[in-house]
């Protein structure tokens, strides 16, 4: 007779199957469910992240997701503080917000470390209360324009139980105005 499925080889094959069908359906961390597809390999800027050389894990499988649903593909995005210059005990937490350029004071979470159990923010150990405020929205580095068309990536934990059980992130943008493009966030959800 077969034992229970609770040895580590055991979990390991569940979660490797589990792991595949997050990769190949593309399924996003919960949060993120009514705003990303899976990206076109092919379409800028998802195009960045497409061959997975930004992973700081180097996990084997990875999401890359862009913006859905919506009129256009033009948002604000705005990111955590780098750093606390009026530190105390305020939190730099790791997390990106964008607003559809049709609703400018609609901020959604793109990302955000609190949700990803890997993280040392995860299951709001922190007070919300000592949560650092984020930037004003970010600008072109090339001509200040501040409308970009987004990736999402995500490294899958090689042991990930969930869509939100993720290693690493990635935000590249595109400008609408000049076309520069690149990753402008990266967060390593799990650190090393
Ligand atoms: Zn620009």
């Known amino acids: ?28 961390p919960v ?27 180097k996990a084997s499988l990875w999401n890359v997701f862009s913006l859905a649903g919506f009129s256009n593909l033009l948002f604000f995005i705005r990111l955590s503080k780098t750093q606390s210059p009026d530190a105390g005990n305020i939190f ?15 901020w959604f979470t793109l990302y955000d470390a609190r949700f990803h159990p890997g993280s040392v923010f995860a299951y709001n150990r922190v007070n919300p209360k000592y949560v650092a405020d984020m930037q004003d929205s970010y600008s072109c580095q090339q001509c200040g324009n501040k409308r970009f068309r987004l990736a999402l990536g995500f490294e899958i934990s090689p042991e990930c ?19 520069w493009k690149g990753i402008v966030y990266q967060d390593e959800i799990v650190k090393k």
């Open 31 to 57: 949060y993120l469910r009514e705003y990303v597809t899976k990206a076109y390999a092919t379409k800028s800027p998802a195009t960045i992240l497409s061959d997975g050389k930004w992973r700081k894990h």
């Open 92 to 106: 730099i937490i790791p997390r990106v917000e964008a607003a559809h350029v049709d609703q400018p004071d609609h």
């Open 1 to 28: 007779m077969k034992k229970r499925n609770d040895n580590k080889e055991a979990a390991g094959e569940i979660n490797s199957g589990l792991l595949r069908e997050i990769a190949e359906k593309g399924v996003p």
């Open 161 to 179: 139980s969930n869509p939100n059980d993720l290693s690493g992130f990635a935000l590249a943008v595109e400008c609408e105005s000049c076309g």
